[in-house]
């Protein structure tokens, strides 16, 4: 892993468990992964601290909008693409976007090819503007993954 430690992870896990929510949410991956023809239904920027978990920065839908969360990640359940991020410039974007809400009809949008909210994210949307992306809402976790890897060839 890089020097900076600052990553997109992708996620191509399955939640686990019974649950009316943990369905849902198989559910909302399965979509996903299949109207974006690929592998991953969620990404995240994510900075590895010293004590091995993460600094977590995405819009999630389990989470209602943008959010920064300290996590573990399961690594048999996340693929991780460096990149080329300054933390300081990330936690600026992030602090002008924290707790905006989840942006449904863009994620949705992104299949369907129609414009997002401006004030409403979803995962791959914020991960390609914290990037500098232009038209961000045009990328899906799998676009970005593809995208990402490119660059990352390349640092």
Same mark, same amino acid.
């Given at each position: 892993m890089q020097q900076n430690n600052?990553?997109? +992870? *992708?996620?191509?896990?399955?939640?686990?468990?019974?649950? $009316?929510? +943990?369905? @849902? +949410? =198989?559910?909302?991956? @399965? $979509? !996903?992964?299949? !109207? !974006?023809?690929?592998?991953?239904? /969620?990404?995240?920027?994510?900075?590895?601290?010293?004590?091995?978990?993460? /600094?977590? *920065?995405? +819009?999630?839908?389990?989470?209602?909008?943008? =959010?920064?969360?300290?996590?573990? $990640? #399961? $690594? #048999?359940? @996340?693929? *991780?693409v460096p990149i080329d991020l300054d933390k300081r410039y990330l936690d600026y974007f992030y602090n002008g976007v924290k707790g905006q809400d989840y942006d449904w009809l863009g994620a949705i949008g992104v299949v369907l090819k129609w414009r997002q909210s401006a004030n409403k994210w979803f995962c791959s949307e914020f991960c390609a503007a914290a990037l500098g992306f232009n038209q961000s809402w045009r990328f899906s976790p799998n676009d970005l993954y593809i995208v990402c890897k490119r660059m990352a060839e390349d640092l």
């Amino acid at each position: 892993m890089q020097q900076n430690n600052i990553y997109i +992870a *992708f996620y191509k896990g399955q939640k686990t468990g019974k649950s $009316l929510s +943990a369905i @849902w +949410a =198989r559910f909302c991956d @399965w $979509l !996903t992964r299949k !109207t !974006t023809k690929g592998k991953y239904s /969620h990404c995240e920027i994510v900075c590895r601290t010293k004590e091995g978990d993460y /600094h977590c *920065f995405s +819009a999630s839908v389990r989470d209602g909008g943008v =959010r920064y969360k300290r996590m573990s $990640l #399961d $690594l #048999d359940k @996340w693929d *991780f693409v460096p990149i080329d991020l300054d933390k300081r410039y990330l936690d600026y974007f992030y602090n002008g976007v924290k707790g905006q809400d989840y942006d449904w009809l863009g994620a949705i949008g992104v299949v369907l090819k129609w414009r997002q909210s401006a004030n409403k994210w979803f995962c791959s949307e914020f991960c390609a503007a914290a990037l500098g992306f232009n038209q961000s809402w045009r990328f899906s976790p799998n676009d970005l993954y593809i995208v990402c890897k490119r660059m990352a060839e390349d640092l």
